[in-house]
Every structure is written in C-alpha cells, then in structure tokens.
C-alpha cells in the first residue's frame, strides 16, 4: 500500500538557521503531495502542496518540490523563526484518493 | 466560515465501554474523514465518506468501530467495546469534493482526546 517516511526528530535548530525536513513517497498512480503542521495546542492545518511532478509548493516562507523521480517532498525554509515550532507532517493522496500521512517531525525552534 | 466542529473534546472510559464522537464538517464540504492518532504517529484514516456514502473503510477495525454520515453531513463515530490500544485523538476532517483529480485541502476539527482504562 502507499505509505510515507518522514526524517526523526526532534530536529532543533537556532533561530535564523536553515531547515530541511525530508519526505519520501510510495503510490500507486500520481499522488497530491502535502505538508501539514501542527502548532502546540492546535489542530492539523495545510501548510502548502503541490499537485504534479515538478510543481513546488510555498508558504509563509517554506518550499517543497515535488520530485517524482527521487519520489521525495521535502519540506525548506531559509531562516526559521521561533514561532516555526511544530510539528510537521508530510502526506499523500495517494493514487486512490486515501490519505496517508507520515509520522510526523516535531521542529523546536531556540532564540 | 466555520471551521469543522468535534465532540467532545475529551474523554474519559474504561475498556469495555463504549463511545461516541461527532463531527460537524464545514458546510458545503462532501467528503468527510475520520483519523485515528495515537501519540507520536501521524494520523491514520479510519473511514472516508463523500456525501453519505462510504469511499473506503479499510482500515477500520469493524468489529468494534462503527460511523455513519445519514444525511450527508455530520458524523458520528463509535467504538464498543473500547479496549486500551484504542487511546489516541479522533480526528474529524473534510474537504470539498472527492472527484476524479482530487487535490482538495483537508480542513482538520481539533480532535477528541479519548484515554481508555
């Protein structure tokens, strides 16, 4: 079945550091990719997505390309800020329209 | 615009028990998803509904869980009995359509946080 492998965390970073967080893909068909976040306290939001091979997604500063001959989303942002604490999941839509989401990666951000 | 409504927000039962969540989707939104997330993992689809017919059950463990979407729009999920495997957050989300290119946002309740004992 589909399914989506997201890197471990907690990944720390200082404030103003670059952030990557990977993702890696399994589908049948031609999947819509996701990253979701969770802020403390918070319900799951869509951060950004992308639809097709090649698309990149963006959102308040962070970046994902669709890579579909690495089979990979991984998720940037140049100089995360504090309030970028969180925790992020990567997902699929998969070739049949069911959801899958990664494990989740939880970013901690220092001043 | 409203956003997805979830009841209750916690809850408390020991194994044996049953229980029973609801979910308000935004209205307007066909397709209707109930996740299970247990600490530390990402949300796992339960059932998926687009309008008040399912899509896909797969994963629902249906000797015990059962949900239904009567009129199309809210949701009631249930669990009898409970067992304690069951602790996690019910997650409730819906999106606007299920078609044949779908790339709809899914917009997340905030969850029920059920602990069984």
């Known amino acids: 079945g589909d399914s989506v492998t997201q890197m471990e965390g907690p990944v720390t970073l200082s404030e103003e550091a670059f952030l990557t967080i990977n993702c890696t893909y399994t589908?049948?068909?031609?999947?819509?990719l996701f990253w979701y976040v969770q802020y403390p306290g918070e319900g799951l939001q869509l951060l950004l997505k992308?639809?097709?091979?090649?698309d990149k997604g963006s959102n308040k500063g962070f970046e994902a390309t669709y890579r579909k001959e690495t089979t990979s989303f991984h998720l940037e942002k140049g100089s995360v800020q504090v309030s970028d604490s969180a925790v992020y999941f990567c997902a699929s839509s998969g070739g049949s329209y069911i959801p899958t989401f990664g494990r989740g990666t939880s970013l901690i951000v220092h001043p | 615009e409203a956003g997805v409504a979830q009841s209750p927000r916690y809850k408390i039962i020991e194994k044996r028990q049953s229980v029973a969540f609801w979910c308000n989707p935004i209205s307007g939104h066909a397709t209707l998803y109930w996740y299970q997330q247990i600490l530390g993992q990402g949300p796992k689809l339960l059932i998926q509904?687009?309008?008040?017919?399912?899509?896909?059950d797969s994963q629902l463990p249906k000797d015990r869980f059962s949900a239904e979407r009567l009129k199309g729009v809210d949701s009631t999920l249930k669990i009898q009995p409970a067992k304690l495997e069951d602790s996690a957050v019910y997650l409730c989300?819906?999106?606007?359509?299920?078609?044949?290119?779908?790339?709809?946002?899914?917009?997340f309740g905030p969850g029920t946080r059920l602990t069984v004992t």
């Open positions: 509904f687009q309008n008040n017919g399912v899509v896909d």
């Open positions: 589908a049948t068909g031609y999947p819509s």
């Open positions: 989300a819906s999106s606007l359509v299920l078609g044949l290119l779908d790339r709809d946002e899914q917009y």
């Open positions: 992308a639809t097709k091979a090649d």
